[in-house]
């Protein structure tokens, strides 16, 4: 109830001001591409018996990317939703490399205004049934979500109030997303979340490590 309220509230407030507050996002020179090179189990991760034991850990992921223009997949062009299918099983300390070219989590395109990548890493002890079957209730949930209407039909009288609505969308499919994975046998452990603005363009590239929660992960971004 109480998101539905700030949701209409915000919807309020866009009909209200929207018209009057023009926005003009910024356009890419370039063509932007991001990929995932490695993703990597800290030594320190899991618990102290797991890593007495050297207990393997099932690790999964999806990753969701957006900009102005619409939501990105190689699939159906409405959404960026890669893991469905991919299994890391990692020991404490152990590396999964995804190769030279990587693992495509943006493919190559011109980004309006900025490019907002969220990944979110899960571990599963699930049948690969129920696991399968969680993964397309996911990818259900992406693809009726607000955020994905709301970009499908951005206004042409597009203001920073639209903007930051679209934010508080991104965010709240997250967070759903985030609950909605850590169900029975499985449990979300971090998410990561990037926003590139198109204002910094001659920062986007190079290969960048992050670790949060014991994972760490390689990103590579691309200019062409």
Not at 19 to 39: A, F, H
Not at 44 to 72: M, P, V, Y
Not at 91 to 113: A, C, I, T
Not at 150 to 160: G, Y
Request: glycine share 4%.
């Amino acid at each position: 109830m109480r998101n539905t309220k700030i949701i209409d509230a915000l919807r309020d407030r866009l009909s209200s001001k929207g018209s009057e507050s023009g926005y003009v996002p910024l356009k890419s020179t370039q063509n932007w591409s991001l990929d995932l090179l490695e993703i990597t189990l800290h030594p320190s991760f899991g618990s102290f018996i797991s890593q007495i034991l050297g207990k393997n850990e099932n690790i999964h992921f999806i990753s969701i990317a957006w900009d102005l223009n619409k939501l990105k997949d190689a699939a159906d062009n409405n959404l960026n939703f890669i893991g469905n299918g991919i299994s890391l099983e990692l020991f404490p300390g152990q590396s999964h490399d995804f190769g030279k070219r990587g693992l495509s989590l943006f493919p190559e395109n011109k980004v309006v205004d900025s490019l907002n990548v969220s990944i979110i890493v899960f571990k599963c002890k699930c049948l690969n049934q129920q696991l399968h079957a969680k993964m397309h209730e996911i990818e259900s949930m992406v693809k009726s979500s607000l955020l994905i209407q709301e970009l499908t039909d951005i206004p042409k009288n597009f203001s920073i109030e639209n903007k930051e609505y679209l934010q508080f969308l991104a965010n709240k499919l997250i967070l759903n997303l985030e609950s909605f994975i850590s169900f029975e046998r499985t449990k979300h452990i971090t998410t990561f979340n990037f926003n590139y603005s198109v204002k910094e363009e001659l920062d986007f590239y190079g290969t960048h490590r992050f670790l949060q929660n014991g994972i760490r992960i390689r990103l590579k971004k691309n200019k062409n």
